[in-house]
């Protein structure tokens, strides 16, 4: 089976230009979450779809959207950059939930920088 | 609220020695813990889990076993190679659906 797959792998925008990222998930696989990692927050929780649906939402402004497409890809939005949104985003699929013992598979990130 | 903590790095160890990484988390109900490895340039990759109490997960040569009466997944080694430099994150998933992770240890092995 193919892993999942996030693309682009690299984005160089300018403040208050907006992003797209875009996941697929391993074939099957119905929740897709998303990762922020930054050396000094660590790795953020963004938010989760399920079926289309957001299911779970970290603590991130409004500027951060996602969704989710009936084949389970999933794009997450950033509008408005800020240079504080520079990091590498995560995405992550698994089989039914991604709470419970469900384990999450990890696409290879986008790192976005912005300038 | 819910919480990982692990035990800070950087971790240097030499090749062949024990390795020992804390981690201890907050949470409500009967979470289900992982670990995590990442190697330079790659996303995470599921090193081991466990989903209740005593349960221990292994993989190549690692173990951690689920201690609820310490809220702790310590991750350990008997035998490290220089291969298993990486960052390694102690992860937690709630009924919640929302996953919880540690700010993660750099390990370096020298050889």
């Known amino acids: 089976k193919a892993g999942v797959t996030q693309t682009p792998r690299y984005l160089i925008k300018t403040r208050g230009q907006q992003v797209t990222l875009s996941c697929s998930p391993i074939?099957?696989?119905?929740?897709v979450s998303w990762y922020q990692q930054t050396p000094g927050q660590g790795l953020q929780f963004l938010f989760e779809?399920?079926?289309?649906?957001?299911?779970n939402k970290g603590n991130f402004p409004g500027r951060f959207s996602g969704r989710q497409f009936s084949n389970s890809r999933s794009e997450m939005n950033v509008s408005t950059l800020e240079l504080g949104d520079s990091a590498l985003y995560l995405c992550?699929?698994?089989?039914?939930?991604?709470?419970?013992?469900?384990?999450?598979?990890f696409g290879p990130g986008t790192r976005l920088t912005v300038l | 609220g819910n919480s990982v903590t692990q035990m800070e790095g950087p971790v240097t160890l030499s090749e062949e020695a024990f390795l020992t990484i804390n981690c201890t988390y907050t949470a409500t109900g009967y979470p289900s813990l992982f670990w995590y490895v990442q190697y330079p340039g790659e996303g995470l990759q599921l090193l081991l889990k466990?989903?209740?109490?005593?349960d221990k997960g292994s993989n190549k040569g690692f173990e951690a076993t689920y201690r609820k009466e310490t809220t702790s997944f310590h991750l350990e080694k008997g035998s490290v190679q220089v291969s298993d430099s990486a960052v390694y994150f102690c992860a937690f998933n709630t009924n919640a659906g929302k996953s919880t992770f540690g700010d993660g240890t750099t390990l370096t092995v020298k050889p």
């Open positions: 074939s099957g696989h119905r929740s």
């Open positions: 466990a989903t209740k109490a005593d």
């Open positions: 992550a699929s698994s089989l039914e939930q991604a709470g419970g013992s469900d384990t999450q598979y």
């Open positions: 779809y399920f079926s289309e649906t957001q299911r």
